[in-house]
């Protein structure tokens, strides 16, 4: 979330029944909403879910914030949350299975979990990115607790990680930088690229990353309604910027089926919502289909700020205007037809 536009949205919420965007042109969704998920307790206070990942046991990992919410036209709190603001809950079921991170952070926002199932998250009120272990053992922290800046010691509320088969990684940086940062394993600062803009290699809130097998990087540009995609070094390869696209604020990279999945949110400058869709798009950047909340089920309307895709296929995301969390399951297409796969 981005400028004092934001700090209206409690205000302002729009349930509107549009559909977002054009199904003219997209197949039927091919997947369903699992009703009744996740089962949290009665008394559970589940704040913004900026943060999903499944971990190597088929768990998902949830970073939200509680009781806390994104300041209203006042500067950003300092003080720490005393509530846990980490969960992991059983993919099948939802309810809870373990929780941490009280007193630890400010304002959550993105969550990744690597291949040695260490977990990373990023901070936008500490201007931190963390590595944990799974118990929440901090094992590296980047950054300068409560210092913004634009250099290689310092973030400006960053947005989140991606990070590569050999241990290196990417910091998008975020909110008040317009750049992509690469570390060595050991967080050492490699290089940087990227600058406020929409051209080319430009910015505007770089939001989500992914990489996919040739370790090629996708830039979720939120407010400039595409993906860019990039070599690992930074050289820029190409962008998805389909008509149809809302502000991408997610991505994920699918290597089964070989396509991005990314949410986006249908608004007037994040403020009068339409409901988010979840994508599901080619490599060459074309729509296969969208579903979500756009009317392709019945719910209230939702902001999805993350996403993450189980073993099973699942697609799990976080709604940040109604702060739930919701479960997508392959489906059956009708009348025994078969999706495109």
């Known amino acids: 979330m981005k400028g004092i536009f934001v700090w209206l949205i409690p205000l302002l919420i729009s349930f509107s ?8 042109t997209v197949l039927a969704a091919p997947y369903r909403l699992v009703p009744g998920w996740p089962q949290l307790p009665d008394q559970f206070i589940l704040g913004n879910p900026t943060g999903l990942a499944v971990d190597h046991s088929g768990h998902l990992i949830v970073f939200h914030r509680g009781k806390r919410a994104w300041p209203l036209l006042l500067p950003m709190p300092h003080s720490m949350m005393t509530t846990n603001t980490i969960l992991v809950l059983d993919s099948a079921s939802g309810k809870i299975l373990n929780s941490w991170g009280a007193g630890r952070f400010i304002m959550p ?48 509320r960053p947005t989140d990680v991606a990070v590569a088969p050999d241990g290196s990684f990417y910091v998008s940086d975020g909110y008040r930088n317009s750049r992509v940062v690469k570390f060595s394993p050991d967080g050492k600062y490699l290089f940087e690229w990227g600058r406020k803009g929409s051209g080319e290699g430009e910015f505007d809130i770089p939001h989500g990353l992914c990489l996919d097998e040739a370790g090629n990087v996708y830039v979720a540009d939120r407010e400039n309604r595409r993906i860019e995609v990039f070599d690992p070094t930074g050289r820029f390869l190409r962008q998805f910027a389909d008509p149809g696209f809302g502000y991408i604020g997610a991505i994920a990279y699918d290597p089964r089926s070989r396509r991005i999945i990314a949410v986006d949110d249908k608004s007037f400058l994040h403020l009068k919502h339409r409901g988010s869709d979840i994508l599901l798009i080619d490599l060459d950047g074309r729509i296969i289909s969208r579903f979500g909340r756009s009317g392709a089920y019945s719910g209230p309307v939702c902001w999805y700020h993350d996403l993450a895709l189980g073993p099973d296929g699942s697609i799990y995301v976080g709604d940040i205007l109604g702060n739930r969390l919701q479960k997508f399951t392959p489906g059956q297409a009708p009348n025994g037809g078969r999706y495109l796969k």
């Open 17 to 24: 029944s549009d559909s977002c965007g054009s199904r003219d």
């Open 109 to 156: 926002h993105g969550l990744t979990v690597d291949a040695a199932n260490n977990i990373w998250v990023t901070d936008v009120g500490l201007h931190q990115v963390m590595k944990l272990t799974p118990d929440g053992r901090r094992l590296l922290t980047l950054g300068i607790a409560g210092q913004p800046g634009n250099d290689s010691l310092h973030f400006n």
